[in-house]
Each structure stands twice: as C-alpha cells, then as structure tokens.
T-cell receptor
Framework: DAKTTQPTSMDCAEGRAANLPCNHS???????VYWYRQIHSQGPQYIIH???NNETNEMASLIITEDRKSSTLILPHATLRDTAVYYC??????????????FGKGTTLSVSS | DTAVSQTPKYLVTQMGNDKSIKCEQN?????MYWYKQDSKKFLKIMFS???????INETVPNRFSPKSPDKAHLNLHINSLELGDSAVYFC????????????FGQGTRLTVV
C-alpha cells in the first residue's frame, strides 16, 4: 500500500467545517483512499472512501485532487463528538481482496466549543 | 444489535496464564481480523481469516492462536501471557472483496500483571 502523510493534530471550533488533509503522492492507479476514525476507547469506524471522484455520505465529504496525490476529508459541521483520531489509508481493491487495512498515525482532531 | 461484539471488554490476568478473547459478527461477512493496539496507539494487523481459513498471519508469536469455528466467529487464544501482551485487541470483519470497509468491535483491553 502507498504511504500517507497526515498532520499530527488539528483543532476545530464546534459548528465549523473540519478539513483534514492527507498526502498520498505515491498512490497507484488502482488504489482507493479510505478514511476511518477512532473515537477514544472505541474501535475504528469506517467513514468514506473514493477513487478519483469526490464522494459524500451522511458522515463526511471526500475531495480528491485531480492528480490523486492528496485528498481532504470534510466534516461540514463538526461537533464535540467528532473529536477523534482520523486515519487516511490508501489501499488497492481489485488485487488485494482479503488484505487488511494498514493504519498509520492519523490526525488527532480536537473539536472545542 | 451489535454488529461486531467482543468478550470480554476488560481482562486482567497474571503473567504465564492462558486466556481467550471471543469475537462474533452478525453482518454476514466472510472475513474476520484481529488487530492489536499498543500503548503508543499504533493499530497493527495480527491475523485474518476468510471463511474459516487463515489468510494473513503477521509476525506474531506462536503463543497467539486464532481459531475460527465458523465464519461468524474468530477467537483469539493466548498462551503464557507476557507483560508485553498488554494492549487493546480489536476484532473486525468485512466482505472478502471489500476489505477496505471493515467493521470493528469495541476492543478488549488486556492487562498482564
């Protein structure tokens, strides 16, 4: 899997958008970008994933640059419950069925009131 | 209904003991995983099973033995526990071809004293 680089920590005010960046400059054409988060003392939670198009679901939006070398996870209206470690993971799908997710250090997002 | 459930949630035991952690998923997934999260919060894959067959076995001491009686269960048995085994162990599950979208249990905090 390609390597990702994320800031160690970020702060966000409650109600504002949280924009979490991720660099994946060595991403291959068949690799997707996945985002997970881990709220304190809980198991990691899948958020969203994408290949090249922007994606949106009920939790977040994922913006992937045209060259696919970076992406941004957007939490449109952050709440205190969004305080967590956010992991950006790149992973192939077609030829890596059954392989496990490889977690890096992630970004610790702190949302404050 | 809890999608991926682990028991027990907490486990405190003495060095040298043998213990088991159980995991069950009710999502109909065919692949299950065990991850270890150490005190520095790094999440590392230990094992992966697909339809009761071992497909990933990272460099883990052979004191750790996973067992999958059926595709909904993946238990972890640890022999001769050591202080360094203290960690949070997470079970996860996914479809084999959609391993990027995994569901995690709430973790088992193992403390070896």
């Amino acid at each position: 899997d390609a390597k990702t680089t994320q800031p160690t920590s970020m702060d966000c005010a409650e109600g504002r958008a949280a924009n979490l960046p991720c660099n994946h400059s060595t991403i291959s054409g068949n690799e997707y970008v996945y985002w997970y988060r881990q709220i304190h003392s809980q198991g990691p939670q899948y958020i969203i994933h994408g290949l090249k198009n922007n994606e949106t679901n009920e939790m977040a939006s994922l913006i992937i640059t045209e060259d696919r070398k970076s992406s941004t996870l957007i939490l449109p209206h952050a709440t205190l419950r969004d305080t967590a470690v956010y992991y950006c993971i790149v992973r192939a799908v077609a030829n890596q069925a059954g392989t496990a997710l490889i977690f890096g250090k992630g970004t610790t997002l702190s949302v404050s009131s | 209904d809890t999608a991926v459930s682990q028991t027990p949630k907490y486990l405190v035991t003495q060095m040298g003991n043998d213990k088991s952690i159980k995991c069950e998923q009710n999502l109909g997934h065919d692949t299950m995983y065990w991850y270890k999260q150490d005190s520095k919060k790094f999440l590392k894959i230990m094992f992966s099973y697909n339809n009761k067959e071992l497909i990933i076995n990272e460099t883990v001491p052979n004191r750790f033995s996973p067992k999958s009686p059926d595709k909904a269960h993946l238990n972890l048995h640890i022999n001769s526990l050591e202080l360094g085994d203290s960690a949070v162990y997470f079970c996860a599950s996914s479809y084999y071809t959609r391993g990027g979208e995994a569901f995690f249990g709430q973790g088992t905090r193992l403390t070896v004293v």
